[in-house]
C-alpha cells in the first residue's frame, strides 16, 4: 500500500492516458488505391487490370523515381544552403573570365560596413523630439496572488547551471516534493565547468523566506535531520540517486519515484534539470507559478545593491520619466565561441575560440564527423549579436541618442573594440560595472550567479527589455516582467535571420533598414502578452496559469511578496 500522493492514493493513482500514436502510423504511406466498392459488370475486368497497372507504376514511380531523386536533390539543397554553389563571374582587364565563390546573403559579418553607412543618417536624427521609448508601454503593477499531510520522505535535488537553469532546477523541485507529499531538502548547488561559481542556494537566494512562503504548501527543511543521516552512514551520497529521464511526466515520478520514497525515506535525484514535463496537471503547474514568483527571491545582499541600481537607472533616465531599456548581451567569450561563429576578427579569433571551446567544453568541437558552418550558423540566425548590431537594431526601431540604455552581460570578448559603436550610439549607456562603485561590487566578484542576479533585477524593472541570444535568463525574465506587470511588460525578440540578410546589406538605404526595424518592433508588440501553448513553460507564458487565480490568491497569500 503507497503513501498519499497529491494525485490519489493506493491503487487508485489516476495515470495520465498514454500519447498518441506516432503521426507516422496514423498517416501511412500506404492508401488504398482501389477506391470504394462497386458492381463487377461490364468492363469489370478492365478496370481491375487498369487498377492493378495503376497501383504498380505507382509504386515503381514513388519507391525507384523518389529513391533515385532524394539523394540528389538533398545533396543540392545542402550545397544551395552552404553557398557552395553560389558563384560570380567577374571579367579581368586581360579579357580572362574568373569565377569566384559567392557567399550566400547573411552568412558574412558585414554589420561594420553598414553602420559606416548609416551612421551620418542616425547622427542627423539625434537628439530627435521622438523617441520610442517614450510610446512604449506603460507600467502597470497588478495584485499579488491547512495543515501538510504526513510526508513520504526527503527529496534531495542537485541544481546545475548558471542562475536561471538553477531556479528552473528548483521550482521543479518544489511541484515534485508537493506531488509526493515529500519534505525537500534546500537544494545542493552544482559547480559547473563553465560558470565556476561556488555560492550555495542561501548566497543568492532568501532561504528563511523560500522555506515561509512555501509553508502552506511544501514542508522545507535546510537539512536532513540527524537520524535520517545516521541511517546512510552520514554520508548522503549512500542514499540511492534515481536517473530520472528529462522531461518526466508526472505519473513516473508516482510510479517509478514514490514507491522508493516511501521504501527508502529519501531519495536523490542528481542532476535535476529538465526533469519535469512543461505539460503537468494545472495543479502542479500552480505550485511551479508559487515557487518562481513568490516563494524565490534574491538574498538581502543581492536585493540590496539591485534596489540601489534600479534607483540609479531610474535617476539617470529622468529625462524621459524614468524610462530605460535593457539589453542581455550574449557576446561574451564563451558565448560567441560556442557558437561557432565567425566575426572580423581574422586568424587571431579562431585562434582564441578554439582554445576558448577547449578550456569549456574538451573536444565536444573536435569529434569526428562534427562540421562546423558559421556562414550557415548566420543564415539561421544563430549567431550571437555583436553591440554594434544591437545598437544598429534600436536605433531603426527609433530608440534616440536620449535613451538610457543598460546593458546586461558578463566580460564581453574584445570590450573595448566590439561596444565602441553601441556606446557612440547610445552615450547614456550603463553597465553594473559603471552603476556600481568598486567596494559595492567587490563582495560579487568571481561569483557569476550573483552577478547574473543583479543584471535581473535591473532588466526587471526596466520599460523595455531586449534579448538577443536567448537562454535561460532572457525565457524567465520575460515571464517574470509578464507576470509582475499583468502582461503590459514590452519585450523585444528580434527575428535574427532577417537581421543577418539586412546586416549582410551595405548599400541599404537607411529609409529602408528603418522601416524594416519598425515592422520587426510590432511584430514584438503583438508578441507581449502571449498566452501559453499546451507545450510552452509557465515559467515563460505564466498566463493563464499564474495569473488568473492572483486575485483570489492575494487574499490567503497576502503576506507573500517581491
Not at 490519489?8 to 489516476?14: A, D
Not at 526527503?154 to 508537493?178: H, K, M, T
Not at 570590450?415 to 565602441?420: D, F, I, L, N, S
Request: hydrophobic share 40%.
Amino acid at each position: 500500500m503507497h503513501g498519499l500522493s497529491r494525485l490519489g492514493t493506493g491503487s487508485n493513482r489516476s495515470v495520465s492516458p498514454s500519447p498518441p500514436s506516432s503521426p507516422r502510423f496514423r498517416h501511412g504511406r500506404y492508401k488504398n488505391f482501389a477506391g470504394g466498392g462497386g458492381g463487377v459488370g461490364r468492363g469489370g475486368k478492365q478496370s481491375a487490370a487498369n487498377k492493378i497497372v495503376f497501383v504498380l507504376i505507382s509504386t515503381v514511380f514513388r519507391r525507384k523515381g523518389v529513391l533515385l531523386f532524394a539523394p540528389l536533390l538533398y545533396i543540392s539543397g545542402m550545397l544551395l544552403y552552404m553557398g557552395l554553389l553560389g558563384f560570380d563571374v567577374v571579367s579581368l582587364k586581360n579579357a580572362v573570365v574568373v569565377v569566384h565563390r559567392r557567399s550566400p546573403p547573411g552568412s558574412v559579418y558585414r554589420s561594420p560596413q553598414l553602420f559606416q553607412k548609416l551612421w551620418p543618417h542616425m547622427e542627423a536624427e539625434s537628439n530627435a523630439t521622438h523617441n520610442a521609448l517614450m510610446t512604449a508601454w506603460n507600467l502597470k503593477m497588478h495584485q499579488g496572488f491547512s495543515e501538510l499531510p504526513k510526508s513520504n520522505g526527503f527529496l534531495i535535488i542537485e541544481a546545475n547551471g548558471g542562475l536561471n537553469q538553477q531556479r528552473l532546477s528548483i521550482c521543479d523541485a518544489v511541484a515534485v516534493a508537493w506531488l509526493l507529499n515529500a519534505t525537500l531538502v534546500i537544494p545542493i548547488f552544482h559547480l559547473n565547468s563553465v560558470w565556476r561559481d561556488s555560492s550555495k542556494f542561501g548566497d543568492i537566494f532568501d532561504e528563511e523566506f523560500f522555506i515561509h512562503a512555501l509553508r502552506n504548501h511544501v514542508n522545507v527543511v535546510r537539512e536532513l535531520p540527524e537520524d535520517v543521516l545516521q541511517r546512510f552512514d552520514n554520508n548522503i551520497s549512500n542514499i540511492v540517486n534515481l536517473r530520472v529521464k528529462g522531461w518526466s511526466s508526472t505519473a513516473h515520478y508516482i510510479q517509478k519515484v514514490l514507491p522508493k520514497l516511501e521504501a527508502m525515506g529519501a531519495v536523490r535525484i542528481a542532476p535535476f534539470s529538465n526533469r519535469l514535463a512543461y505539460s503537468v496537471p494545472s495543479n502542479v503547474q500552480g505550485v511551479r507559478c508559487l515557487s518562481n514568483f513568490q516563494a524565490l527571491r534574491f538574498a538581502e545582499p543581492i536585493r540590496t545593491l539591485a534596489d540601489k541600481m534600479v534607483e540609479r537607472m531610474v535617476m539617470n533616465s529622468s529625462h524621459s520619466g524614468g524610462k530605460y531599456v535593457s539589453v542581455h548581451l550574449r557576446f561574451e567569450t564563451d558565448m560567441v565561441a560556442f557558437s561557432c561563429c565567425e566575426y572580423d576578427g581574422g586568424e587571431e579569433e579562431k585562434r582564441e575560440m578554439d582554445i576558448a571551446r577547449e578550456r569549456s567544453w574538451r573536444g565536444k568541437f573536435r569529434r569526428r564527423g562534427r562540421v562546423i558552418r558559421p556562414g550557415a550558423n548566420r543564415m539561421d540566425g544563430k549567431c550571437p549579436l555583436t553591440p554594434l548590431e544591437v545598437g544598429l537594431m534600436l536605433r531603426g526601431m527609433g530608440f534616440n541618442n536620449n535613451t538610457s540604455v543598460f546593458v546586461a552581460a558578463g566580460n564581453i570578448y574584445k570590450a573595448e573594440k566590439y561596444m565602441a559603436p553601441l556606446k557612440q550610439m547610445f552615450p547614456l549607456l550603463e553597465t553594473k560595472n559603471t552603476l556600481t562603485t568598486p567596494e559595492e561590487l567587490a563582495p560579487f566578484k568571481g561569483h557569476s550567479s550573483r552577478l547574473a542576479a543583479l543584471d535581473y533585477t535591473v532588466c526587471l524593472h526596466s520599460e523595455v527589455f531586449v534579448t538577443t541570444q536567448g537562454g535561460n535568463f532572457p525565457h524567465f525574465l520575460m515571464g517574470h516582467r509578464r507576470y509582475l506587470f499583468g502582461g503590459h511588460a514590452k519585450t523585444i525578440k528580434p527575428d535574427k535571420r532577417k537581421l543577418a540578410l539586412l546586416f549582410d546589406s551595405p548599400h541599404i538605404r537607411w529609409e529602408t533598414f528603418r522601416r524594416q526595424m519598425k515592422d520587426m518592433l510590432r511584430h514584438s508588440d503583438v508578441k507581449g502578452g502571449e498566452l501559453k501553448k499546451p507545450s510552452g513553460s509557465v515559467y515563460t507564458f505564466p498566463m493563464p496559469d499564474c495569473m488568473c487565480k492572483q486575485t483570489e490568491a492575494a487574499a490567503n497569500e497576502s503576506s507573500l511578496s517581491f
